[in-house]
């Protein structure tokens, strides 16, 4: 499995917006002077998140994007399926790709079952305010 720039960079966006504190009101175009990364696709990124419930828009002077959820109760598993829509090792157990004519007679389907748990299970174990705690630690 291979999490695309999308959902590396959906996780960073939510990273930097938590390490300003829950209840900051960020400006995409800090953020992407601070990650590198261009504010047109955090746009795109913010929009993904915000469909999600994970964060909130806040027009004005003063306005950016907040987070609905406090860090640590966001996984990284709610980002990356916000931004990428799945996690499954495999197309055959994604939702969107339908059921699989040979998942009764499939061999392998219990194998990608597990491991599509165990990356579940991983993802939505690490929470957003791990990745604030280790961003503090880091500038320390």
């Not at 499995?1 to 960073?12: E, F, N, P, V």
């Not at 419930?53 to 709610?78: F, H, M, N, Q, W």
């Not at 990608?112 to 991983?122: A, K």
């Given at each position: 499995?291979?999490?695309?720039t999308?959902?590396?960079?959906?996780?960073?966006l939510?990273?930097d917006?938590?390490?300003q504190?829950d209840g900051?009101?960020?400006?995409?175009?800090?953020?992407?002077?601070r990650?590198?990364?261009s504010?047109?696709?955090?746009?795109q990124?913010?929009?993904c998140l915000?469909?999600?419930?994970?964060?909130?828009?806040?027009?004005?002077?003063?306005?950016?994007y907040?987070?609905t959820?406090?860090?640590?109760?966001?996984s990284a598993?709610?980002?990356?399926?916000?931004?990428?829509?799945?996690c499954a090792?495999v197309?055959c157990?994604?939702?969107?790709y339908?059921i699989?004519p040979?998942r009764?007679?499939?061999?392998?389907i219990?194998?990608?079952?597990g491991?599509?748990?165990?990356?579940?299970?991983?993802v939505?174990?690490?929470?957003?305010?791990?990745?604030?705690?280790?961003?503090a630690?880091?500038?320390?």
């Amino acid at each position: 499995m291979m999490i695309s720039t999308k959902g590396r960079y959906a996780l960073r966006l939510m990273i930097d917006i938590a390490t300003q504190g829950d209840g900051a009101c960020v400006p995409l175009r800090e953020i992407a002077e601070r990650q590198g990364i261009s504010l047109k696709y955090l746009e795109q990124l913010a929009t993904c998140l915000v469909k999600a419930d994970l964060l909130k828009s806040v027009r004005g002077a003063r306005g950016g994007y907040v987070l609905t959820i406090p860090s640590e109760r966001v996984s990284a598993g709610d980002i990356l399926r916000a931004a990428e829509g799945t996690c499954a090792p495999v197309a055959c157990l994604d939702d969107e790709y339908g059921i699989c004519p040979r998942r009764e007679t499939c061999t392998t389907i219990s194998f990608w079952e597990g491991l599509d748990e165990v990356i579940e299970r991983y993802v939505d174990g690490v929470m957003l305010a791990e990745f604030v705690e280790k961003e503090a630690a880091l500038s320390l």
